[in-house]
C-alpha cells in the first residue's frame, strides 16, 4: 500500500522508499490500519511539505499534521508495540523453514 501511495506523491525531494521503508511502521501507528485515516495523513502531509517548502515527507514534518481523533487515541498504544517490536507493519522477507 505504501509503495503505491509513494509513487503517486508529487514532491521535489520525493525519493524510492521515503514511505514505504523510511516511514513504514510511522503512518501504519498514526492511521490505527485505516485506510481513510492514511490517505488524510498523507495528503496533508504533502500539502505541508509544499506549504513548508520542505517537499518531502518524514517524521518530524508529519508529526505537526493533525489526523482523525479515533487515530490519535490509539497512536500511543500501537507506538509502543512496534518500539518494542510486538507489532510491525513491513512484511516478513523470508520465512524459515522448519524441518
Do not use: W
Not at 42 to 56: L, M, P, W
Request: proline residues 3%; glycine residues 6%; charged residues 35%.
Amino acid at each position: 500500500m505504501l509503495l503505491a501511495l509513494e509513487q503517486r506523491v508529487v514532491l521535489a525531494d520525493k525519493h524510492p522508499g521515503m514511505l514505504a521503508d523510511e516511514l513504514s511502521d510511522y503512518p501504519f501507528a498514526r492511521s490505527t490500519g485505516h485506510i481513510g485515516s492514511l490517505m488524510t495523513l498523507i495528503n496533508r502531509g504533502c500539502q505541508r511539505a509544499v506549504r513548508s517548502s520542505t517537499e518531502r515527507l518524514d517524521r518530524d514534518l508529519l508529526d505537526g499534521v493533525k489526523n482523525d481523533a479515533a487515530s490519535e487515541a490509539a497512536r500511543k498504544e500501537l507506538e509502543a508495540a512496534l518500539r518494542r517490536r510486538r507489532l510491525t507493519s513491513r512484511p516478513q522477507s523470508r520465512r524459515r523453514k522448519v524441518a
